[in-house]
Structure formats: structure tokens, C-alpha cells
């Protein structure tokens, strides 16, 4: 399924779960799941919703960016519109907890947003991070 479809459907609310499996299938390395924090940082919302996100709200430069990736990604943008997997957004942190390439090839494109899976539903299950504090 298209990404514009699943953007035009109401229900386009998933579990983390769902994002976990997700990002694990598209990733390049496994490493950011061994020894990074990523499943931490997806389980922090029980619920994401899939909506069309300004560009603007993002700090592309949050994370280290690998040029070749983004190069890859805006290649296929261009090959294949509409079939980029979704970015992952944290809204209480403001920081793309997945997808940082995607969003930097976007950016390149001149998009003005992206769609993104934003948290909605927190978990309460942990507890309370730093910056709510």
C-alpha cells in the first residue's frame, strides 16, 4: 500500500508493537536496536498516529547523517513516490525517534512535510523521562 493511501485513511492509528516490527524490517543495522536505544524510545507511546508532518517542526541535524543514505533515499523518492516508509516522531521530546535519512532526503526534495508516525497515546508503563521532569 501507497504511503498517500494510508494517509487518507482515518484509522491510521498503530501500536508500538506495530512501529518496532516496522523499523526493524527497514533498517540498515541491526546495531541501533543491540546497542542503541531505539525499541526504547518507540515504546515510550503505546499509540502513534499517521499524519503529514511540517518538515519544519524537525531538527534534521539531531542525529549524526550518513550523506550516501540520504542520497539513496532521494533516488528512490524520485523513482517511487509515495512508497517511503513513514519517520517516527516524538512529540513531547520534539525529536525524530526514527527515520533522520528520510527526513534529511525530504528536505532535499524541498517537501514541506513528510509522513510520520506521531506519538499519541504515552506509556505509562515508563515512567518518566528526563525532560519531563
Known sequence: ????E???????IVDAHYLDTLAKKIHRSFDDFSEGDL?????????YKLIDLPLSK?????????????D??????????????P?????????????IHRAN????????????????VKSSSYGERENEL
Open 1 to 4: 500500500m501507497k504511503i498517500r
Open 6 to 12: 494510508l494517509l487518507c485513511e482515518n484509522d491510521s
Open 87 to 99: 519517520i517516527i516522531y516524538d512529540p513531547i521530546a520534539g525529536s525524530v525517534i526514527d527515520g
Open 72 to 85: 539513496d533515499y532521494i533516488n528512490h523518492i524520485k523513482d517511487s513516490r509515495g512508497t517511503m516508509p
Open 58 to 70: 524537525l531538527d534534521l541535524n539531531q542525529y549524526s547523517v550518513d550523506d550516501d543514505i540520504v
Open 39 to 47: 525499541t526504547d524510545r518507540i515504546y515510550w507511546f503505546d499509540q
Open 105 to 120: 532526503a525530504y528536505a532535499s526534495l524541498k517537501y514541506n512535510t513528510i509522513p510520520a508516525y506521531v506519538g499519541t
